[in-house]
Structures are given as structure tokens and as C-alpha cells.
């Protein structure tokens, strides 16, 4: 029922008559006209009484203070402008109403100020954290030859090439976090251009070959008919997010296992997935692996050498081609990472046939 102040006024305004002429009419001497005319002026006075009461008073502070919430409202979340006043509805319900949704956006926000400090706060512990090891460990070789180790010519070629090993890990370190801070803020922009992924994959292999097969870990591209696998990319960028999947492929899987990148191709998208045969990562840190510095067996990651910023800096970059980048794992079976490209054109198929990676390295 609509709650505007002319109805407020018109139902008051009646019983306030309908009561005045009921009491008259038990006063002796009081005429029918005389009644009818009380009853009149009881209604028409008490209405615009009331009318102006409800509305001045009630109504127009209610929407005073409606239109402020409203433009705090516009203004804090960067609405469009609304002008439709309260005056037909409950004026009372409405501005609980704004007020409910005001308060909600503003919780939501804080919330989010609120993990964002958390993040801020982890993030710097992380990063001292991960530079003080190659720092100390430098520090610590260095000051040993300082005070005498120098004069052993085996032990200064050792400590100085343990002290330049660190330090080599504190560059990468360093460029791995300028690369991820100039993603987040767009410095970095994408070259888009026509990438064969079949071919990258390939060269990624080549470079790969000596850690493969230290691992004795056999690398393939799928399928072979698909001879040319043509996306918009960056190619650099995409060379690093292909160097990463392929680089934890090879590092987190099985010795003996197998890495593969299956391509398949849809209508304007192509799938490229990067799978391997590992021991897979357990499901409570599917969702975390992408995070800085976020790695599963701390120990085990840091032995093989990581940093723990690869897959962060792949989600940017996936994230720049908008796109995403998407992890199946099993327990003992391996892990899959995937991610869509739109096509640069409808692919060609070479005539030559095609080969697994493994027959072209070791051939
Ligand atoms: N294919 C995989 N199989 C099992 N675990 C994986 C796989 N890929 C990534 N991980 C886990 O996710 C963690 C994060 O990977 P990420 O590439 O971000 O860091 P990293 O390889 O440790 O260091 P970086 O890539 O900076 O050298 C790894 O430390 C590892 O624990
Ligand atoms: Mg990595």
C-alpha cells in the first residue's frame, strides 16, 4: 500500500472529523447542518494540518537525507545519476533500503582494503625473506675469503663461484619481480602478433633438452597433424609462460616421466595444455600456486631452484592475452595446465609429416 503524505493526511483527517462530529452529535441542541459543517472544517483543517506536518517535516528531511546517501552513493561507486524521488513509496523502507546496500558496498570494501594490507604485509615478508637467503649466503662467502680463505686457490675458485651463483639467483629474483610489479601496473605492453606455439614449443624443448634429460624425461608435441599452431601473442611473453608450464613439467614431474603440449583446435580458439605424468599437486594448493612466492614442497622447490614467481607471472601475462589459465591435477597421475588463444588465422597443415620432438633431439 502506497504510504504518500496526501494519504496519511486524507485518513487521518477523517477520523479525526468522523470522531469530532460523533462526540457532537451527543451535545444537545447541535443541528444536522451544524454537525455536517464541524465535521467539514474537522476534516479540511486537520488534513492540510497533517499533510503539511507528514510532508514538510517528515517526507522532504527523509528525502534530504535520501539524496545525500544517493549521491554519496553515485559518487563512491561511481554510479549513473538516478533522480527519482521517494515521494509515492515508504519513504522510511527506501531509505532503509539505500542505506542496507550503502553499507554492504562500503563492508565489501573494506574487506577488500583489508586483505589487500594482509597481502601487502606477506608480500614483504616473502620478499625479504627470499633475498636475504642469496644476500646472506653471498655475504657469507665473500667475508670467508676476506678473512683468509683468499690464499687457497681452491677454495677462493669454489667460494667465489658459490657467491656469484647466489647472486646470479638474487638478479633473476629481482627481474621476476620487476616483470610482475610493471604487469600489474600495465607498464608492460603486448606485442600481439601472429606466434606459432608449435614451433615455440619446440625451441622450448631444445633449450630444455639438458635438464630433460638429466630427468630422463621424454617431451612430445600433440598432435601430429597439426604441423603449424598459429595464435595472436606476444610472442616473448608467451615464450616465458611456455618456458615456465614446460620448465615445472620437467622439474615437479617423474624422472622417466613424460611432458607433453597437446594443442587442439576449436573454431577461434586454440587450446594449448602442457601435461605431465608427475606426482600432481594436492587439491588444497591447486588455487595458491599462482600466488608470489607460493610453492608446494618448500623445501623440494627450492632445491631444484625456483623461485616460486613463474606461474604469478604466467597468470599476467595469460591474463594480458585475456585469457586464463586453468590446472587439473590428480594425485600420482600429473598435472595439466591449459589456457585458450584466439587463432591468428585458420591454420595451414604443412605437407611435410610430423615427427615427435624426442625422434627430431635425438636424431
Ligand atoms: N607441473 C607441476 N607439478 C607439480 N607441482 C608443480 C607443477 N608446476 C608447479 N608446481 C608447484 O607450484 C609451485 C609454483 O610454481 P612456480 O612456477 O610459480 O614457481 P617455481 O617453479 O618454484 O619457481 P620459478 O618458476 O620462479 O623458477 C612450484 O614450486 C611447485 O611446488
Ligand atoms: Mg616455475
Not at 561511481?78 to 515508504?90: D, F, G, H, M, Y
Amino acid at each position: 500500500m502506497s504510504l504518500s503524505p496526501r494519504f496519511i493526511a486524507f485518513i487521518l483527517a477523517f477520523l479525526i472529523s468522523l470522531i469530532t462530529s460523533s462526540f457532537l452529535a451527543f451535545v444537545e441542541g447541535v443541528s444536522k447542518g451544524m454537525l455536517f459543517v464541524v465535521s467539514i472544517a474537522a476534516f479540511i483543517s486537520s488534513f492540510f494540518l497533517v499533510l503539511y506536518t507528514v510532508d514538510i517535516l517528515v517526507f522532504r528531511e527523509v528525502n534530504k537525507m535520501y539524496r545525500t546517501i544517493h549521491k554519496l552513493k553515485m559518487r563512491d561507486f561511481n554510479l549513473a545519476p538516478r533522480k527519482k524521488l521517494i515521494q509515492e513509496s515508504n519513504p522510511l523502507k527506501t531509505i532503509n533500503d539505500e542505506i542496507f546496500v550503502y553499507v554492504t558496498k562500503k563492508q565489501k570494501e573494506i574487506d577488500e582494503l583489508k586483505k589487500l594490507e594482509l597481502f601487502r604485509r606477506e608480500f614483504l615478508a616473502d620478499v625479504s625473506h627470499e633475498f636475504k637467503t642469496p644476500i646472506f649466503a653471498a655475504q657469507g662467502f665473500i667475508h670467508t675469503l676476506l678473512d683468509g680463505a683468499m690464499d687457497d686457490e681452491k677454495v677462493r675458485e669454489r667460494f667465489l663461484r658459490k657467491a656469484a651463483n647466489n647472486l646470479d639467483s638474487l638478479d633473476v629474483l629481482v627481474k621476476d619481480l620487476l616483470v610482475l610489479s610493471q604487469m600489474e601496473t600495465g607498464d608492460i605492453k603486448m606485442n600481439m602478433a601472429a606466434v606459432d606455439m608449435r614451433l615455440m614449443a619446440l625451441n622450448i624443448f631444445g633449450r630444455l633438452e639438458n635438464i630433460a634429460k638429466s630427468r630422463n624425461v621424454t617431451l612430445k608435441v600433440k598432435p601430429d597433424e597439426l604441423t603449424e599452431v598459429w595464435v595472436k601473442a606476444d610472442a616473448d611473453r608467451m615464450e616465458q609462460v611456455m618456458l615456465n608450464l614446460i620448465e615445472n613439467a620437467i622439474k615437479y614431474g617423474n624422472e622417466g616421466g613424460k611432458v607433453t603440449v597437446q594443442f587442439s583446435e576449436g573454431k577461434k580458439y586454440m587450446e594449448v595444455a602442457v601435461r605431465d605424468t608427475g606426482p600432481g599437486i594436492p587439491h588444497e594448493h591447486l588455487n595458491r600456486i599462482f600466488e608470489r612466492f607460493y610453492r608446494v614442497d618448500k623445501s623440494r622447490s627450492k632445491d631444484i631452484g625456483g623461485t616460486g614467481l613463474g606461474l604469478a607471472i604466467v597468470k599476467h601475462i595469460l591474463n594480458a592475452h585475456d585469457t586464463k589459465i586453468a590446472v587439473m591435477s590428480k594425485p600420482d597421475k600429473g598435472t595439466t595446465f591449459s589456457f585458450k588463444l584466439e587463432k591468428a588465422f585458420t591454420s595451414a597443415h604443412s605437407e611435410q609429416s610430423e615427427e615427435d620432438f624426442v625422434t627430431q633431439v635425438n636424431s
